[in-house]
């Protein structure tokens, strides 16, 4: 029997979180259908390191408050422990993966996620962010409703033996 593991990519998680209506139905689905469903401890610091930062301080809310304070990472942390979400630690495979991925993009948070969806096994990345399609040939993002020659990127999470 298969099942189906995913990676959330930082703004999939903020946006499942506050109801956002930017994350489409389609996507609500699949977290609230599967049954591994993987947030990383990088999207913890990158709600903290961005949350502080002046031009970025209203990019992360909760519950429509802004992110200020450690406790309000730890309210994020919590509750994706009541969503029965499960924390992907950084492992030193993932860091050494992440500087000599493809792509130009520099985020050390995104590229970081993009390691960690490629080892030690392969899980599928929830992400609206085309850049991680450059980062790794075999990286598999799923966004719907994408147009263009992207049709590969669009598929639906893979199936995983157990």
């Known amino acids: 029997m298969g099942h189906r593991v995913i990676l959330l990519d930082t703004h999939v998680l903020v946006w499942f979180l506050n109801g956002d209506p930017r994350l489409p139905d389609a996507v609500k689905t699949i977290i609230l259908d599967e049954p591994q469903v993987y947030v990383s401890d990088v999207s913890f610091w990158e709600i903290g390191i961005k949350a502080r930062l002046p031009k970025r301080g209203s990019a992360f809310l909760l519950k429509g408050r802004p992110i200020e304070t450690e406790e309000d990472v730890r309210k994020i942390v919590n509750e994706c422990g009541v969503q029965g979400f499960l ?72 199936k995983r033996a157990t």
């Open 87 to 158: 924390t992907l630690p950084i492992t030193t495979e993932a860091i050494l993966l992440a500087p000599f991925l493809g792509g130009e993009h520099k985020d050390p948070f995104d590229r970081m996620l993009a390691a960690q969806s490629l080892v030690p096994s392969f899980m599928t990345l929830v992400s609206a962010d085309k850049v991680f399609d450059t980062l790794s040939p075999n990286l598999n993002r799923y966004w719907p409703g994408e147009s263009g020659d992207d049709a590969a990127k669009r598929k639906k999470p893979s």
